[in-house]
């Protein structure tokens, strides 16, 4: 009989999904919005310190209260929010214009450039190695995918763009979408996934990526015309899947 395989992630793809760094990029995705906000007289300067606060921490945070307060919440990020206010000892000027879409939504796409990043390191994809070159950054565009939020707070659409490049350019995006509505993402999803599937070799991974494609397919299409949440929970499931199946270690 012959021995049983195990498909392994390494230790880079684990962390690059992990909750950690997951957090680390939303912390930074506010510490770069908020500071914007200061430098353009959103926020008063006295709150800077906690730009260097949030940078510092890097994604720390009690784990043990962010459970109790998703089990009282039902949302992970408004959960996060506010235990990161409560810890910094800050005012409710992190998430100034924003919503869950600005910060899940963004983080993913970051994940997912990390992913297309250790990968190309290894493999030299030429899709993968360019990702910059051709994979938008979606931005912070609120719920429903504009500008307007932003717009209301900073009163003019060159520093709207503006913002969106200060935050991409934090996570080495060189292109912002314009307006994504609320099923832009699954798009660029979809284009994302095909490039990751694209060159695996071992058998079994491809097994596993096929079935992951075939999620994102599946939910860019059906749900492209509405604003369905189910998508979101299927791509917290697909795309880091996807990513794993890249990137096994064959041990035996």
């Known amino acids: 009989m012959p021995p049983e395989t195990y498909l392994t992630p390494t230790s880079e793809m684990v962390h690059i999904w992990s909750d950690q760094n997951r957090r680390q ?7 770069t919005v908020l500071q914007f906000h200061i430098d353009h007289d959103v926020v008063d300067p006295s709150w800077r310190w906690v730009v260097d606060a949030l940078r510092w921490r890097q ?3 009690d784990l043990w209260e962010l459970e109790k307060r998703e089990r009282t919440t039902r949302h992970d990020i408004k959960a996060l929010l506010e235990q990161t206010i409560d810890e910094i000892g800050c005012d409710q000027i992190l998430h100034l214009g924003m919503t869950s879409a600005d910060v899940v939504d963004n983080a993913t796409q970051v994940q997912m450039a990390q992913t297309m990043s250790l990968l190309a390191s290894r493999h030299q994809n030429p899709t993968l190695v360019n990702w910059p070159d051709w994979y938008p950054f979606r931005g912070i565009k609120g719920a429903v995918g504009t500008h307007q939020d932003q717009m209301d707070l900073l009163g003019t659409a060159d520093l709207c763009t503006r913002l969106d490049l200060a935050v991409a350019q934090q996570f080495g995006f060189t292109k912002v979408m314009n307006s994504v509505g609320q099923t832009g993402m699954r798009s660029t999803d979809l284009q994302v996934a095909s490039a990751i599937a694209v060159g695996i ?8 990526a096929a079935g992951y494609l075939q999620m994102v397919a599946q939910y860019a299409g059906d749900t492209w015309n509405e604003g369905d949440v189910s998508s979101s929970v299927i791509r917290r499931v697909a795309l880091p899947g996807l990513a794993f199946a890249a990137d096994v270690d064959p041990v035996r």
């Open 25 to 31: 990029i939303i912390h930074q995705i506010w510490a």
């Open 201 to 208: 070799s071992n058998r079994s991974a491809q097994i596993l």
């Open 59 to 61: 994604g720390k945070i």
